[in-house]
């Protein structure tokens, strides 16, 4: 009973409100979640679950600690076991900054942090990814997670990623899917009512929904990009001790 109640008043809040009161509120519904089941490998923080959480209700998805989902914690445990982000001397670009990584990249030494956002107020700096205020090949690595199905031009903003990073970098860029999924993206600029974009691209917020051809959107900007299946290396046992979703695919990009 308790977990469906939480679960709906996360439903009902947004995001960015969650993460202003996180603090005091969350603190109080760790207590009644202590255990030993799950593990966020993000906040290295154990439960007996997660928070239910979502437009439809996904069970074992939200951590009460960091606020991370399950795109989140897996996205976290490819980097640590797929990449040498934690390893050596890095200039990271987090694109659109989400609360539970910034600690995590800000406490690493080896990683000197730049976030930049439009409206965020996590973000170090105030930028359009349209037009972003750097110089060609500046970043190792660019985080750009659920971004891209908000902004105006996706493709320019692919492109403005293209330029950015160093040629022997590396950008992951996920998009939300939604089953099934088209076989063509679908975006239609004279949809203007949030009624209408909840209706054809799953979110109010949405300028498109990403079909099969998402990779070769990519490709179109200069970019090449790897489909990794990242997720089929966990067990079921493991995808439910770190809170996992079954079919999220990593998109690593390079030049």
Known sequence: ?????????????????????????????RLFYRGEKVLCPICKKKFDKFLP??????????????????RHRLLYL???RKTDIFKKNIKLLHIAP??????VFNNSK????????????????KMDI????????????????????HVEDDKKAIKEIHRVMKKDGFSILQVPFYYPIPQKTIEDKSILSEK???????QSDHLRKYGKDYDKRILSQGLKVKKSNFINSFSKK???YFGLQEKEIIYYCYK
């Open 238 to 240: 493991e995808k439910n």
């Open 78 to 80: 490819f980097l640590e």
């Open 53 to 70: 959480y979502g437009r439809k209700i996904r069970k074992n998805a939200l951590c009460p600690n960091c606020l991370s989902l399950e």
């Open 110 to 125: 080896n990683i000197d942090y730049v976030s930049g956002d439009l409206f965020s107020p996590l973000a170090k700096i």
């Open 1 to 29: 009973m308790f977990s469906k109640v939480i679960g709906f008043l996360l439903k009902k809040f947004p995001r960015p409100f969650l993460q202003r009161i996180s603090k005091p509120i969350f603190l109080i519904i």
């Open 98 to 103: 989400e609360q539970c990584f910034i600690n």
């Open 130 to 149: 349209h037009n972003m205020p750097f110089q060609n090949n500046s970043f190792d690595i660019i985080l750009c997670n659920h971004v891209l199905e």
């Open 196 to 202: 209408e974009r909840e209706k054809v691209y799953g």
